[in-house]
């Protein structure tokens, strides 16, 4: 019997420290979220504390310097982190992901030093929270079209409109915000919770990431003073290039999902009984779980050579697109079937299938939908962009 979820030894491909780090990140998670997910998901409120606590593993920026409070790791530390994050639950993966690859990123790439001194080391902490604000009501899969704006007043400037779906929007101490200037070009702005015309109302009655906040976040002539806009970048690709770290990240995170659901779904296949058999005797739920391990099995591998060009700086953005694409829906795929497995039981909270495939019903929608990584791949093979 060959029981491991490491059926390629892939784990032979990891240096000693990915090893201790996995470790660490995985007694985390049994230790603090795994004993009261079910109940936060339930009840639709965050896990206490669970930003210092991210902060206090190194889980929050871990590729970002030590300099400015992040870990100093490479890219494949950070997919592992991702990847035990997400066994406990999409939310947790996303609070990571968001801090780091949404929030951290593009302040440490395009932001001035005074910027990176004043926020990097709070949102590596913990001691803040950051959110991230792309996607607007008219302008989801296009986010070239947003409507937010930025205008010149006098020395400063003012920000109108308003952003909607965005993780951590009602908690956040400050949102990194994208919006057009007087001359059409994407501006990347550091909104501060006290300044005067923002509010952040919450996105009630999601059935998805319910230990999760989400909400809107809202401009009304916000004033901006120069040193809150990021002098980097002034171009859709800044936005786009924090979408690459994070897909990177979720592409790992999903498969924590899909060990979490399989692991489950074998261990209860072989304790329950029908017809005087395990269930797991039966050929079609063999069928299942064999197969379960194979996709588990082929997207670590992709994700372990997606991290290794990544760490060469030589992934492609298409290359993300598809690794996201596959890994999310491999993973949606197996909680959905593996629930089944469980039975009628599998559709209470004493077995996480059923959270995990709720959950990764946002996942597959978020960060460019399952259609939109479709659509990256196929342009980059035919050369010809189907979006417009
Ligand atoms: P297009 O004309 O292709 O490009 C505009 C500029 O951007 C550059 N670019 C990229 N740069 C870096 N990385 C990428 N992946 C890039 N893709 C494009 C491009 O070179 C160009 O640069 P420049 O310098 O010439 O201006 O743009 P388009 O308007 O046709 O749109 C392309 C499209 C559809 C692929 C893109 O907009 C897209 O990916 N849409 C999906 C939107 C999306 O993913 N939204 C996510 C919002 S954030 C979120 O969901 C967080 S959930 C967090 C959580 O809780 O975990
Ligand atoms: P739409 O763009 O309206 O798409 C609807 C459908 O049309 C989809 O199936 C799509 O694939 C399809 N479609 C769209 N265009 C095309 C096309 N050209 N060809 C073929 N099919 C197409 N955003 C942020 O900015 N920050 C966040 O922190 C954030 N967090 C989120 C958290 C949650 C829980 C969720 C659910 C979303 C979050 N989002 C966030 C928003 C997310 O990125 C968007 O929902 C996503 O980009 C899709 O946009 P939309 O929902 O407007 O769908």
Redesign the pocket.
Known sequence: MNNTTDYFKIDDLLTEEHLIIRQSVKDFVDKEIMPVIDECAHEHRDIPNLMQKLGAIGALGPYIPTEYGGAGLDQISYGIIMQELERGDSAVR?AA??QSS?VMYPIYSYGSEEQKQKFLPKLASGEFIGS?G??EPNH?????GMETRLSKDGDNYRLNGAKMWI?NAPVCNIAVVWAKDDEGKIRGIIVEREMEGFSTPETHNKWSLRASKTGELVFDNILIKQENILPGIQ???GP??C??S?RYG?SWGVIGAAIDCYETALKYSLERTQFGKPIASYQLQQKKLAEFITEITKAQLLVWRLGTLKNEDKAT?EQISMAKRNNVKMALDIARESRQIIGAMGIIGDFPNMRHAANLESVIT???THD?HLL?TGADVTGI?A??
């Open positions: 996303s992901s968001v949404l991230f792309l996607t989801g899969s296009n986010p070239g993780t171009s859709l690709r786009l290039s979408l690459n994070a979720i953005p978020y960060e460019g939109i990256i962009n979006f417009v």
